[in-house]
């Protein structure tokens, strides 16, 4: 099993759409847990950490479900600027110190 | 608002020559780390270095790299003898403390080795 595994995607969707992103992990004594947006040929930008009570921030939510070692996130009434790859990131844990394991990302385009 | 800075944008090397990718991390941050991206792949971690020393590396992180803080400020990543396999983004992070504690990315280096 890899280490973050993520929907490989892409995902095209119309303006105004729902849509789910699902990532699971391997390691158990990870930590924390992170979504990142990345632009075409950019750095990786914080969207969201991710709780074990779940987070809202807007139209995004994120949901971790330590047991089955699953996090999501759900972003509402899309729009055509979150068009972008979202990756899902973890960190090692057991020790470690923070480094972050990162999923493929799943693209996603909206479209008017 | 405070950023981490990364210079320069864009390298372009022969093989076997030498690069330095320099980075200015937030200022009251601790914990600093250099990933890498090859187009098309994932984000993979490199580095982390902590109190004036490497905290852990991965397997990527070979006897060709290394890294320094040689002043207050800077955080540089080295690359003795470059390989048409170290063409990648390059992107230095750094978070403030707790292992929780988010982490911030550069802009990156695009190194392109020919």
């Known amino acids: 099993r890899k280490e973050v595994e993520q929907d490989p995607g892409p995902f095209n969707v119309p303006e105004g759409a729902t849509v789910a992103f699902n990532c699971t992990y391997s390691?158990?004594?990870?930590?924390?847990f992170f979504w990142y947006r990345q632009d075409c040929r950019k750095e990786p930008k914080l969207l969201m950490s991710?709780?074990?009570s779940g987070n809202e921030d807007g139209r995004f939510t994120a949901q971790l479900n330590r047991a089955s070692q699953y996090i999501s996130l759900l972003i509402r009434d899309s729009k055509l600027s979150d068009s972008a790859t979202y990756l899902c990131?973890?960190?090692?844990?057991?020790?470690?110190?923070?480094?972050?394991?990162f999923g493929k990302g799943t693209k996603l385009s909206v479209k008017p | 608002e405070p950023e981490v800075t990364q210079t320069p944008s864009h390298q372009v090397t022969q093989m076997g020559q030498e690069v330095i990718l320099r980075c200015v991390p937030i200022?009251?941050?601790?914990?600093f780390y250099w990933y890498r991206q090859i187009l098309g792949q994932k984000v993979e971690f490199l580095v982390s270095f902590y109190n004036n020393e490497i905290s852990e590396k991965s397997e990527i992180f070979d006897d060709q790299f290394s890294v320094e803080r040689p002043d207050g400020s800077n955080f540089t990543l080295k690359i003795r003898s470059t390989k048409l396999e170290d063409s990648a983004m390059y992107f230095c992070?750094?978070?403030?403390?707790?292992?929780?504690?988010?982490?911030?990315f550069g802009p990156g280096t695009r190194l392109t080795v020919l």
């Open positions: 990131a973890v960190n090692r844990g057991g020790g470690s110190q923070g480094n972050l394991i």
């Open positions: 390691n158990s004594a990870s930590q924390s």
């Open positions: 991710v709780y074990s």
């Open positions: 200022s009251n941050h601790l914990y």
């Open positions: 992070a750094s978070r403030v403390a707790g292992l929780t504690d988010t982490q911030y």
